[in-house]
């Protein structure tokens, strides 16, 4: 069932830092493509998302660029800060509301 | 407006047992989703509703799973009998339904986390 591909598993970064998390899919219907956050206790939070018709999008620190023939898409946190650390994942949206999620990536900003 | 409520938040159970599971969704929102989360399959769509009516249950594992959702204001994840590989948090959210190419932000509740022993 695992339609969207997310690596790494796990990603241990130092403060100031580039975070750099990728994903993959393989169903061109999907036609959306958000990033979660996730803290300890807490269920996922909308962090920010992108249509396949943008190449990059940018909302402060965190950036998702799109390659739409490649059928990949990544988040780069830039200057990464402890506060970060976090669990992300990338998801995929088709049928208008049929959401996929990656398996997550666990952050660790080490300060 | 108080998000998505989900109960118990925590439920620890003996194998056999039925587990349910509760949700509330945001008040005006007309899809519902239930998500498990482990450690090894990360984070799984179980089934999700529209306007009340189940429109994928794919996802869910067996047939010990049900859900329902009566209402637009309440949903219902059973698990009957329960077993231990049913351990996980399982999430529910909700969302307003997406114009084609449009954003939509999922609202996630705080999850229950189950034990099954």
């Known amino acids: 069932q695992q339609q969207v591909k997310q690596s790494p598993q796990s990603l241990i970064v130092q403060k100031g830092g580039i975070s750099i998390i990728n994903c993959a899919y393989e169903n061109t219907a999907f036609d959306y493509f958000p990033w979660y956050q996730q803290f300890p206790g807490k269920g996922p939070a909308l962090l920010i998302a992108i249509r396949p018709d943008v190449s990059e999008k940018k909302e402060g620190r965190f950036t998702i660029s799109f390659n739409k023939s490649a059928k990949q898409f990544s988040l780069h946190i830039m200057d990464s800060q402890p506060g970060d650390s976090a669990t992300y994942f990338c998801?995929?949206?088709?049928?208008?509301?049929?959401?996929?999620f990656g398996a997550g990536t666990r952050l660790t900003v080490k300060p | 407006d108080a998000g998505v409520i989900q109960s118990p938040r925590h439920e620890v159970t003996e194998m056999g047992q039925e587990v349910t599971l509760r949700c509330k969704p945001i008040?005006?929102?007309?899809?519902l989703f239930w998500y498990r989360q482990t450690m090894m399959r990360g984070l799984e769509l179980l089934i999700y509703?529209?306007?009340?009516?189940?429109?994928?249950d794919s996802g869910m594992p067996e047939d010990r799973f049900s859900a329902k959702m009566p209402n637009a204001s309440f949903s219902t994840l059973k698990i009957q009998p329960s077993e231990p590989r049913d351990s996980a948090v399982y999430f529910c959210?909700?969302?307003?339904?997406?114009?084609?190419?449009?954003?939509?932000?999922?609202?996630f509740g705080q999850g229950t986390r189950l034990t099954v022993v």
């Open positions: 008040s005006g929102h007309n899809s």
């Open positions: 959210a909700s969302t307003t339904r997406a114009t084609q190419g449009a954003g939509t932000e999922a609202f």
């Open positions: 509703f529209n306007n009340n009516v189940p429109i994928d």
């Open positions: 998801a995929a949206r088709y049928n208008n509301n049929d959401m996929r």
